[in-house]
């Protein structure tokens, strides 16, 4: 998705993205190196009614606060250090997909993965790297079966890197001033 992660309208449509036309069961992963559990259950709660069975926070980075957490079962946390480091981080991301996922019981979940900037991961790590690190990871995340959407933001980017980056997904979700567009590949 291309626009600001934190913008009201690029969140309400990310939200939509989570949680639209499934009904049941939800988990959530998601990946962040902008907010802390709590402010990422706070965000949550201000956008949509109910909170899934399961969400699974990924911080990435060093200064985000493991202590904010959010008590109770359904809420749990993995963290990276080093956002340089993205073995880890793809480690971490199917460790903590693997919490989502597990269940005793046989009932349908919808599972899905909100990465919210690509962006502050871009000054780590080479476009090349990160490039490669994405196709994996949604390649795999493909083969599973979860529903992903990750956010990077346009204007912080040359074209090039916007125009690799995106070539990597399936769709291209654009929130512009005047709308929200749809690129299919």
């Given at each position: ?116 900037s690509l962006t ?5 790590v080479s476009r ?58």
């Open positions: 998705m291309l626009g600001s992660p934190m913008d009201s309208r690029t969140l309400e449509t990310g939200f939509s993205l989570l949680t639209g036309g499934h009904s049941g069961r939800s988990r959530v992963l998601w990946i962040t190196l902008l907010n802390t559990p709590r402010e990422v259950v706070d965000i949550w709660d201000d956008h949509c009614p109910a909170r899934p069975d399961r969400l699974q926070v990924v911080l990435v980075g060093d200064g985000l606060s493991v202590a904010d957490t959010v008590p109770g079962p359904h809420v749990g946390v993995h963290t990276v250090d080093d956002p340089a480091d993205l073995t880890t981080l793809g480690v971490r991301v199917l460790n903590a997909l693997s919490a989502v996922e597990a269940d005793d019981e046989d009932e349908a979940v919808d599972v899905c993965l909100r990465f919210d502050p991961l871009s000054q780590y090349e790297g990160l490039g490669q690190f994405l196709h994996v990871l949604t390649t795999r995340l493909a083969d599973a079966g979860v529903r992903s959407h990750f956010h990077l933001d346009p204007m912080a980017h040359d074209s090039q890197t916007v125009h690799a980056l995106g070539s990597i997904f399936d769709t291209q979700v654009r929130v512009e001033d005047d709308g929200v567009s749809l690129t299919h590949r």
